[in-house]
């Protein structure tokens, strides 16, 4: 038995060739997986903040201690709330200590109450400054100033979460640089108030509210994202340098192989119209040579040529008149094969197959003598 034959040079560099090419197939998927992480937003939901709400007492002006039933009365009210905003739903799934990129778009700053059957409001309202600022909380306790504020404005930003859950909170302050300054805006409301006769008072509740489209994801080291980019454009140029030169020989072995069997055609398949050129010669020769001896033979070749060229349609022998010194002795005469065929009409058939056994065994004679002929020569 024959050892190290794995280590001969084709062998190797069949194994090495392998091998690159299953490494930037590897990172090829690997990367598609990095850049749909990098790309995909672990949670992309719309959320709504709110404040506490404010309560104010409304009271009732057509109160009897004695009565039954309802009353109506027309009320306005107004009271003070400060924009801190927050999100009662607590979010999850975070990792501690990890750094997370946020999105959020803000819009429908607005003011609303708690509903009740004894209110029917017809108008709120909560007017505010064009120049308030939105801070977001970082790590429960401390905030960042992420822009002004605009309704429909995006603001992306970075956190270090030092918890597993989170609650998100955002505030609209008058200062970029003083998260304390938190704008206290006034809610007005009136509408219809429907109290019972016997109650003193009702209790009307306001609150701010704005919605948050809210995106976060895992956030991904720039410096490892341009390794990653690094090493799959190498491996594409790699891949690419490999492709050229699997081209260029796959070129060159075609390219050998097609001139092979070329030039194999023409050492042993003879040129076209060279055996209608050779029977043409060898006829002539013999009817020069063999003048009226060969007649008969030229006659049974020209029958052949009939046979072999005969159709369905109708067809026949022609035979050459005979004149002696000018005289017709004996008129050129056709015979037709329908007269034949119509008495016997598997004979023409019979007379094909013959036709083509004589033809094949000349074929083959003539091969026989082209191949003699090359490798004598």
């Not at 194999?264 to 050779?278: M, N, Q």
Request: include cysteine.
């Amino acid at each position: 038995m024959k050892h190290g034959r794995f280590c001969s040079s084709s062998v190797f560099s069949r194994f090495m060739s392998f091998c690159v090419a299953f490494s930037i197939l590897f990172l090829s998927i690997t990367s598609s997986r990095v850049y749909g992480a990098e790309n995909k937003w672990a949670f992309n939901e719309r959320i709504n903040v709110k404040n506490s709400a404010k309560s104010v007492s409304i009271q009732n002006t057509k109160y009897n201690s004695n009565g039954t039933g309802r009353t109506s009365m027309p009320f306005t009210v107004s009271t003070d709330c400060f924009l801190n905003l927050y999100c009662s739903d607590q979010l999850t799934g975070f990792v501690n200590g990890a750094t997370y990129d946020f999105a959020i778009t803000v819009s429908n700053l607005s003011s609303w109450y708690n509903g009740s059957t004894d209110y029917s409001v017809s108008s709120i309202n909560m007017p505010y400054p064009s120049d308030l600022y939105v801070w977001v909380v970082k790590n429960g306790s401390e905030w960042q100033c992420v822009g002004k504020y605009a309704d429909g404005a995006t603001y992306e930003f970075s956190q270090v979460l030092s918890s597993d859950t989170s609650y998100f909170s955002v505030r609209l302050c008058q200062s970029s640089t003083n998260s304390d300054d938190i704008y206290t805006a006034s809610i007005t409301a009136s509408g219809t108030f429907t109290p019972y006769v016997w109650s003193k008072s009702e209790t009307f509740y306001a609150y701010a509210t704005m919605s948050v489209d809210l995106k976060y994801k895992l956030h991904v080291d720039k410096t490892v994202q341009e390794e990653i980019r690094d090493e799959i454009k190498k491996g594409n140029e790699l891949q690419k340098e490999q492709n050229e030169t699997s081209k260029g020989i796959l070129g060159k072995i075609t390219e050998f192989f097609a001139s092979f069997f070329e030039n194999l055609k023409g050492l042993f398949v003879p040129e076209d119209g060279y055996f209608s050129d050779f029977f043409t010669r060898l006829n002539d020769f013999f009817s020069e040579k063999l003048g009226m001896l060969y007649a008969p033979i030229d006659m049974f070749i020209t029958f052949l040529n009939t046979i072999k060229d005969a159709s369905s349609t109708d067809s026949g022998i022609t035979f050459p008149e005979l004149a002696w010194d000018g005289t017709v002795i004996i008129p050129e005469t056709k015979f037709s094969f329908s007269t034949i065929t119509k008495d016997f009409p598997d004979l023409q058939e019979k007379i094909y197959f013959v036709t083509d056994v004589i033809l094949v065994g000349a074929v083959l004679w003539l091969l026989q003598v082209k191949l003699k002929e090359v490798l004598e020569n």
